[in-house]
């Protein structure tokens, strides 16, 4: 089965289907070490990594060649956060016909205007015009090669404080223009509006869900809903801030590496990730 296909599998199958944000190849061996279904190629996290701020700064290329990387290091499919979809409809063609070529299963677009901020940064959120946003949904399908290639719209209309009614709206009008499922996007410490929106939704397409603000919802619950396809977005990133933080102030306070010995990773554990003795067998 192809990745894209894979990809599609996991939004239409009945169980509800769990990615993770991976910012970089070895993270995304870790989520399928894990046992996830998936890897999100996350803006926030490739954004982070580079020290940057998730403000639409990644170019189309920065984040592709990324996706790339990181889809070639595991055999799972692989989601890429394409932002607003760096330009045009005509830019979202250009990214499908890569992304393709590149065996990645599947683009997230959001409804936003360029440059957009991170969802969850205070202030202002400026949504694009659904008719603009659902031409360049209906862009990215009709040029896909691949049927099964999978274009996820992000409705953002929670998140600008927009309402309910047009979150609705908003995610009708990209379905009837062809987007394969809608992520919803709330940053309430609580699932209820998500919760709310599933039941108005009446499964019409597979729903997406990003729980990183109301993280305590379960997946069950998650599923009874209505879920389709769960993204932790950006735990992996924050898990690797808290550690690498914690073990350089030991070492730097200590003067040692002796503690730190206990609270990372052997080195064997990395030779096993990068699979070396498989490299070695080419003779290395
Ligand atoms: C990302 O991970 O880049 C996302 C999800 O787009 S969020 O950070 O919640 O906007
Ligand atoms: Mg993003």
Not at 55 to 81: H, N, Y
Not at 92 to 106: D, F, N, S, T, Y
Not at 240 to 256: K, N, P
Request: aromatic share 6%; hydrophobic share 45%.
């Amino acid at each position: 089965m192809s990745k894209a296909a894979e990809l599609r599998e996991l939004l239409t199958r009945p169980a509800v289907s769990r990615i993770v944000g991976a910012r970089d190849p070895l993270t995304a061996r870790m989520v399928e070490e894990a046992g996830f279904d998936g890897v999100w190629v996350s803006s926030f996290e490739l954004s982070a990594t580079r020290a940057l701020p998730d403000l639409g700064l990644l170019t189309m290329t920065e984040c592709l060649d990324a996706a790339a990387l990181i889809d070639g290091a595991t055999v799972l499919p692989s989601l890429v956060d394409c932002d607003t979809g760096f330009g045009a409809a005509i830019n979202l063609v250009r990214v499908v016909r890569l992304c393709e070529a590149a065996g990645i299963a599947g683009i997230c677009v959001e409804d936003k205007v360029f440059p957009k901020r991170n969802s969850y940064l205070d202030g202002g959120q400026v949504l694009e015009d659904p008719d603009v946003f659902a031409q360049r949904v209906e862009a990215a399908v009709r040029s896909r090669r691949d049927p099964d290639f999978t274009v996820v719209a992000r409705c953002e209309a929670l998140i600008a404080g927009a309402g309910m009614d047009e979150a609705l709206r908003r995610a009708h009008h990209y379905v009837d223009a062809g987007a394969d499922a809608v992520l919803v996007h709330s940053k309430r410490r609580e699932p209820d509006e998500i919760v709310e929106f599933l039941r108005r939704w009446c499964r019409r397409a597979p729903v997406v869900v990003v729980p990183t603000t109301y993280y305590r919802w379960s997946l069950a619950e998650a599923q009874d809903a209505g879920v389709s396809l769960v993204i932790y977005a950006n735990q992996a990133l924050r898990a690797c801030v808290l550690a690498v933080r914690t073990v350089l102030s030991e070492i730097h306070l200590r003067g040692d590496a002796a503690t730190a010995e206990d609270s990372i990773a052997p080195v064997k554990e990395v030779f096993a990730l990068t699979r070396t003795a498989e490299w070695e067998e080419w003779g290395a």
